[in-house]
């Protein structure tokens, strides 16, 4: 009796399968075939400072800001260098005006050479949280909408 069970459980089981129709991939090819190479992105090439690039709206409470100019050249970020830093620590850097980091950024008592605060090292690796932006299309419709007042 039990292998009957059994047996009628396999065969509704197996005729299940086959009645199905076949699975959609996500990624648009069967699985067996061979990954297609992801589109060249172009990435924001504006200079800092420079034709004055738009910031770009937050889209929730406590975003961090996306990035509006270009970041290769600043990207290598180690233990005591941080270009990122020269710019963003203050409001004005060579006569042109910088958006300076927010108090969140600086260290309650690490002091910079002139006696102003320092940055908070919790903060160091900038690219954790601030990304720069290509001009890509969403891969699925995304319906979310953000507020904010800036
Ligand atoms: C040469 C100076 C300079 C350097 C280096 C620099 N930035 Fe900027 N950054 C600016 C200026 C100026 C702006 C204002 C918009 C513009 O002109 O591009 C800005 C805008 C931003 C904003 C938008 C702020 C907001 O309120 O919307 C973020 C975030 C930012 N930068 C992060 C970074 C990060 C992270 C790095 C390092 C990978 C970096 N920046 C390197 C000068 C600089
Ligand atoms: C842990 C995530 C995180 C890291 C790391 C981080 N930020 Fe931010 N940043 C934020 C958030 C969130 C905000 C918006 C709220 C605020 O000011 O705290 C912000 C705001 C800013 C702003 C805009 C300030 C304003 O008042 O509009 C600038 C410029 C900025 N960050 C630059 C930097 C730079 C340069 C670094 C690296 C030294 C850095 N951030 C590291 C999360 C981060």
Known sequence: MKHIIVMATLLITIVGCASNSPVAFLRG??????DQAPDQKEYSESIPGVGSPELIQRTFVGQPPLIPHAVAKYEHITIDENVC????????FKGVKMPKMGASHFSAVAKQADGMPDVNMVRW????CHV????AKPLIENTFIGHTAK
């Open 29 to 34: 090819s069967d699985i067996t075939a061979s």
């Open 132 to 135: 720069v932006q290509a001009d």
């Open 85 to 92: 830093v020269n710019c963003h620590i203050t409001d004005e």
């Open 125 to 128: 690796q900038c690219n954790s």
